[in-house]
T-cell receptor, first 112, second 114 residues
């Protein structure tokens, strides 16, 4: 158990819909990261927040947005969903700005 | 453009033998490298890392070697155990704003046979 909690574990929705994925980092970790793992792309960095502020951005689509709240939990919002958005979305946390990340079990999104 | 490549999709090894997983990168700005392993239905777990100022880092049965001139790193597991069977991801980062912004390889499935 990494200490990082992601909900929901599985989500099935239709094209055009909007979903929110939630992440609770390990206690005390200030950094939260979102990664997307799709079959053909592998693990791709989406975005990082540090203590409520956006710290780094990857190839995150404009249809996607994220935020980190004062209690340090984070949400990833995916809108106008397309079939290609079907993937495993991982949240990870770390105490600082280090590559030693603690990953959650992921949220599997299926867009039909 | 895949900046981190793991050219072997899978590797099969006998228990007790050495497992060698390889990784190549193209971006010379990468200065921090990590290995993660992943079991089914779990998130990746950090295994070992190495800074570009070193060429070797050891942690128990796991050793990572870095060859900067060849832009190549490898993970050695000695001796291999059946519990090591998992997907292994190589990752790289550039210093500066975020070492958590990792670029991952596609992964290598390691199977250790009893």
């Amino acid at each position: 158990d990494s200490g990082v909690t992601q909900t929901p574990k599985h989500l099935i929705t239709a094209t055009g819909q909007r979903v929110t994925l939630r992440c609770s980092p390990r206690s005390g970790d200030l950094s939260v990261y979102w990664y997307q793992q799709s079959l053909d792309q592998g693990l791709q960095f989406l975005i990082q927040y540090y203590n409520g502020e956006e710290r780094a951005k990857g190839n995150i689509l404009e249809r996607f947005s994220a935020q980190q709240f004062p209690d340090l939990h984070s949400e990833l919002n995916l809108s106008s969903l397309e079939l290609g958005d079907s993937a495993l979305y991982f949240c990870a946390s770390s105490p600082g700005n280090t590559g030693e990340l603690f990953f959650g079990e992921g949220s599997r999104l299926t867009v039909l | 453009d895949q900046q981190v490549k793991q050219n072997s999709p899978s590797l099969s090894v006998q228990e007790g033998r050495i497992s060698i997983l390889n990784c190549d990168y193209t971006n010379s700005m990468f200065d921090y490298f990590l290995w993660y392993k992943k079991y089914p239905a779990e998130g990746p777990t950090f295994l070992i890392s190495i800074s570009s100022i070193k060429d070797k880092n050891e942690d128990g049965r796991f050793t990572v070697f870095l060859n900067k001139s060849a832009k190549h790193l490898s993970l050695h597991i000695v001796p291999s155990q059946p519990g090591d069977s998992a997907v292994y991801f190589c990752a790289a980062a550039t210093g500066g704003t975020s070492y958590g912004k990792l670029t991952f390889g596609q992964g290598t499935i390691l199977t250790v046979h009893p």
